[in-house]
């Protein structure tokens, strides 16, 4: 049996690391689930439901979502301008990791102290 040494391992390499770099941050994987939950949901509502997200830092993590291709843009030509966000079939693709993940987190997080 060969074993495997860390000293020849790179974690740039592996498929997690690639996972983590599109979901990283701080409001990533929150706008994923909000859209897993919502399905359509438009710039506004997100910024309520993120609560303290400035709007340019929503709007870049927008467009890193986007252009990552985990979700679509559809821009509306009316007055006032309307946009909304879903999620991608890439996108989609991700939601049973971050299903897993809430309900790993209901069954691990501590009860409510009263």
């Known amino acids: 049996m060969i074993r495997k040494y860390i000293e020849n391992a790179n974690f740039e390499d592996t498929g997690f690391h690639y996972a983590l770099s599109l979901i990283s941050g701080k409001h990533k994987p929150v706008i994923l689930y909000c859209l897993m939950e919502f399905e359509v949901v438009r710039f506004n509502e997100l910024k309520r439901y993120l609560?303290?997200?400035?709007?340019?830092?929503?709007?870049?993590?927008?467009?890193?979502?986007?252009?990552d291709g985990l979700i679509l843009r559809k821009e509306y030509p009316q007055i006032p301008p309307k946009v909304e966000y879903s999620l991608t079939e890439r996108g989609q693709s991700l939601m049973h990791i971050l299903d897993a993940l809430c309900v790993w987190g209901e069954a691990h997080r501590p009860p409510e102290k009263v």
């Open 51 to 67: 609560k303290t997200v400035s709007d340019k830092t929503l709007s870049l993590n927008l467009k890193e979502l986007e252009s």
